[in-house]
């Protein structure tokens, strides 16, 4: 079965800090991979996601995530925060018929 | 612009209620979801549909119905609210890409149940 763990419910960064979210997977087969962030009080947004055209993928507002096989990880990362990032952030893998298998979420803290 | 709407964002309810909670997408997406979002155990899959009266149980169907009699729109259903069905429901409507697709949400509805 596919599964997904976030390492830490809550990260907090300074600003202009680095900022790496981490998300380990399981899957027996060669996954699909995805990040959504969602802003206070909104709905959930895709931020990047993996398909195996390259290991390194860039997202939305300057994140990015780099898919290791021999890890069975997908982290995120950004070299600035900004206040602006204070969100919640889900790693997820794909399923059957299209279903995403969600981790628990990381809150991201921003601190001045 | 891409558009999935849930008519209600706060709702409080009483224990034995029956509760409509209604999502519209305007991008003619055949599949659709409901999650339901809570802290600490991410989002859970309760119902999702692929086509226009079709649906199918997720991880968590007990004590909820779905009903898409439209293609956009896709309503769940709480037939005897309960305490523990307090939580946010999250509606969204997959754009396919290939073998992956992208999901896009509702801002999404926050029950109460008292």
């Known amino acids: 079965a596919q599964s997904v763990t976030q390492l830490g419910s809550h990260v907090s960064v300074s600003e202009g800090a680095l900022v790496l979210l981490r998300c380990n997977y399981s899957?027996?087969?060669?996954?699909?991979l995805f990040w959504y962030v969602q802003y206070p009080n909104q709905g959930l947004q895709l931020l990047l996601k993996?398909?195996?055209?390259a290991t390194l993928v860039k997202g939305i507002n300057g994140f990015e995530a780099e898919f290791k096989k021999s890890e069975t990880s997908f982290h995120l990362t950004k070299p600035s925060a900004h206040m602006s990032d204070a969100a919640e952030y889900f790693c997820a893998v794909k399923g059957g018929n299209y279903q995403l298998i969600w981790g628990a979420g990381t809150k991201l803290i921003i601190k001045p | 612009d891409v558009k999935v709407t849930q008519s209600s964002r706060y709702l409080v309810k009483r224990t034995g209620e029956k509760v409509f909670l209604e999502c519209v997408q305007d991008?003619?997406?055949?599949?659709m979801f409901w999650y339901r979002q809570d802290p600490g155990l991410g989002l859970r899959l309760i119902y999702f549909s692929y086509d226009v009266k079709m649906k199918e149980k997720g991880d968590i169907p007990e004590g909820y119905s779905v009903s898409r009699e439209k293609k956009e729109r896709f309503s769940l259903i709480l037939e005897s609210a309960s305490t523990n069905q307090t939580s946010m429901y999250l509606c969204?409507?997959?754009?396919?890409?290939?073998?992956?697709?992208?999901?896009?949400f509702g801002e999404g509805s926050r029950l109460t149940v008292l």
């Open positions: 991008m003619d997406h055949e599949n």
């Open positions: 993996y398909t195996s055209a």
């Open positions: 969204a409507s997959l754009r396919p890409v290939a073998n992956t697709g992208e999901l896009f």
């Open positions: 899957s027996s087969v060669p996954p699909y």
